[in-house]
């Protein structure tokens, strides 16, 4: 049986939403800045999918911008807004739950000149909004805050968050890529100034993503160049991408309760069995989290070894961040939650999406701990784990 | 009849690209930072495109970084050893051949402290190394220069500039995005460290470029976040399109002398037909140019009628760049030629392309001279029109 459960990693793309794709792979191959009829078809396709991403987040059609991914948001929100603002301020915050495209940019910001603080989360991922409050100098011109971890599930007080920079005149970015279109996004009752999203995360394709930009943000773009995207994101639009993101928008926001109603008792189900297995973490907040993600650390065994024995079997999950799946680190994030490195190396992160079955769920169920046994007989840690069997520390032994 | 002759705004996608492209929209959908057998198969579909597109420019296979466009690329090399080489020097130099991505990043990087010279080509829109060469102080750290201009089709002699940077030890940085899959590009021949090029330009998708970056030469990122791409360009590799871009590539590594001789041909015939009519001038350099282009100043009316006319009668062309469609300004490129601004106004580019036949350029030669004719007879400046044809001035009349 093959399992995909990876869908923070990247999700299968619709068929619906391939067919959407396919004219402007063939007739309509024009450059939406041409004008004349392959020009304006292609404009329109572009447009089209504007209208529908907005109306997905609660947006206007212009307050939304196509990139190329979540990560290529992510940096044109920070860089943008801190470029736009520097001269009111030099102080950035964002938190120790970021994904990397946040963090990685933070760090050249401070390169810059710019002072970052990195917020704490507290044991379950959860970013305390006093905390933000806290971090907060005559100097901070922007915050952001991800909407929900990949790695461990947890949704963030965005909401709250947003209040709090406001109050203060702070422009406030999240990153909402793990959630747009996997839980209501509503940037309006968000209160936010700018938002991150990716469509392969829902069903979309690879190659687009979109930074909401409230209007009256002033932002300075990443990528200079012609006139697209009213001259703040250059380069000829992949217009087979971005029609595909507004096909996938249109079937998230239609199919959304249900697809939340779907995965969330999926992984209910798979949160409950695997909790029975000995000296297995639950990660990340237990009820403020993405309803398809079911996040562990198994001790006394490393994430690697699990993909590759779970990939055996024909399930494919994550370990830490997809970002860091091949970079095999402990994962920085659950670090923050103060998670010790040997446990965090045993990370291991299941999430589920719409074409799951409950099929699916058992056949993990029976497989994941024989699995877990196996990599355990195996371990350098055997001994310690031994001593634990017989009630001994969690310590593992040198 | 229907022509396309805008193949530097966009080429149609070849079928066996398409095809290449499917599986990664279909089963293999990973994400190629996954362990798992999906995550693999999208990882070898990558690094195969880039074994390609390396190829294709006598690249080793670690010198190409996968971008979404000629635009980011572009954008990568210019800020990215700005940036990188900044402590070295302050000063840039570009030339008023290139495409608003290098025109408008290099207006950014002055905002951030670089002095910029802009060099002026000569009236065939030729760079005279000579000029590059007077440009350079002891602050110098970076040079780039267009290898082909898509408005007016001049191949800058890029080797010889290369040999004036190498000397001085400057960065030197080509966009090729008009000619990599159309002329002969070899990096090493050509002696540049960095080079831009775009898929959608040679029969690949749009959504996929690259930038070749010479082994040695430090840069830093646009676009931060995860370990794709060696840690250079972060976000989920749009997998399909990258697939497309290296059969594209391949495609024209095989199909090259064949496609530059039958778009010459086509070419030379439509140069030698429009020159016939009246007060019509040649732009660009008449031997070093692109094969596929041809490009004119059409006096005593505006691009836009021609372009809007020549639609209506299923002829696509371009005026000024891609980009400046739609802006509707006369050509900064066409100025810095020193073509003055009223006919300049009159830019027409018909570029041609694999799929274009004899048949379509005949049909064109008949109706553009009837276009010109009538839009003539409805243009503010006929009475101007007028003493022309009776022997008097140029200058349009007030």
Redesign the interface.
């Known amino acids: 049986m093959e399992c995909?459960f990876?869908h923070v990693?990247?999700?299968?793309?619709r068929p619906e939403v391939?067919e959407a794709?396919m004219p402007y792979?063939?007739e309509e191959?024009?450059?939406p800045?041409?004008?004349?009829?392959?020009?304006v078809n292609a404009r329109e396709a572009v447009e089209k999918a504007r209208a529908e991403v907005a109306a997905l987040v609660n947006a206007k059609p212009q307050e939304i911008i196509f990139t190329?991914?979540?990560?290529?948001a992510?940096?044109f929100a920070l860089k943008g807004i801190a470029m736009a603002r520097q001269y009111e301020g030099k102080h950035v915050i964002v938190t120790r739950m970021e994904?990397?495209?946040i963090l990685?940019?933070a760090?050249?910001l401070e390169k810059l000149g710019f002072a970052v603080t990195y917020v704490a989360p507290d044991s379950h991922g959860y970013i305390e909004p006093a905390s933000i409050k806290k971090a907060i100098t005559d100097e901070t011109i922007l915050i952001s805050v991800i909407h929900a971890s990949p790695e461990v599930g947890t949704i963030e007080p965005i909401r709250e968050i947003a209040e709090v920079a406001r109050e203060r005149k702070i422009s406030f970015h999240t990153d909402a890529v793990a959630t747009v279109g996997n839980i209501p996004v509503d940037v309006k009752e968000m209160g936010v100034d700018l938002l991150s999203m990716?469509a392969?995360m829902f069903y979309g394709?690879?190659?687009?993503?979109a930074l909401y930009i409230r209007e009256g943000q002033r932002i300075?773009p990443?990528?200079?160049?012609?006139?697209?995207e009213s001259g703040r994101r250059?380069?000829?639009?992949?217009?087979?991408?971005i029609a595909g993101m507004g096909r996938a928008a249109e079937l998230a926001r239609a199919e959304l309760p249900e697809r939340m109603e779907h995965v969330r008792r999926l992984r209910d189900r798979l949160i409950e069995g695997i909790m029975k297995i000995e000296a297995v973490h639950f990660t990340g907040h237990p009820e403020r989290r993405l309803p398809g993600h079911a996040s562990f650390c198994v001790e006394y065994i490393e994430g690697?070894g699990m993909?590759?024995m779970?990939?055996s079997k024909g399930i494919?999950a994550?370990s830490g961040?997809?970002?860091?799946?091949?970079?095999l680190k402990a994962s920085p994030v659950l670090l923050s939650m103060g998670i010790p490195t040997h446990v965090a190396h045993g990370s291991i992160v299941f999430t589920l999406g719409a074409e799951n079955t409950e099929e699916q769920v058992g056949y993990t169920l029976e497989e994941f701990p024989r699995i877990i046994n196996r990599l355990r007989e195996l371990s350098p840690f055997a001994r310690g784990w031994e001593d634990v069997k017989e009630g001994g520390t969690c310590t593992p032994k040198k």
Chains 1, 2 share one sequence.
């Open positions: 995909y990876d990693a990247t999700t299968p793309l391939l794709m792979f063939k191959f024009g450059n800045l041409s004008i004349y009829p392959l020009g190329s991914s979540g990560a290529e992510n940096n994904h990397h495209s990685n940019t760090r050249f990716s392969h394709p690879k190659g687009a993503g300075i990443l990528i200079f160049g012609g006139i697209q250059a380069g000829t639009e992949n217009v087979p991408a690697e993909l590759l779970l990939a494919y994550a961040s997809a970002c860091t799946s091949k970079a």
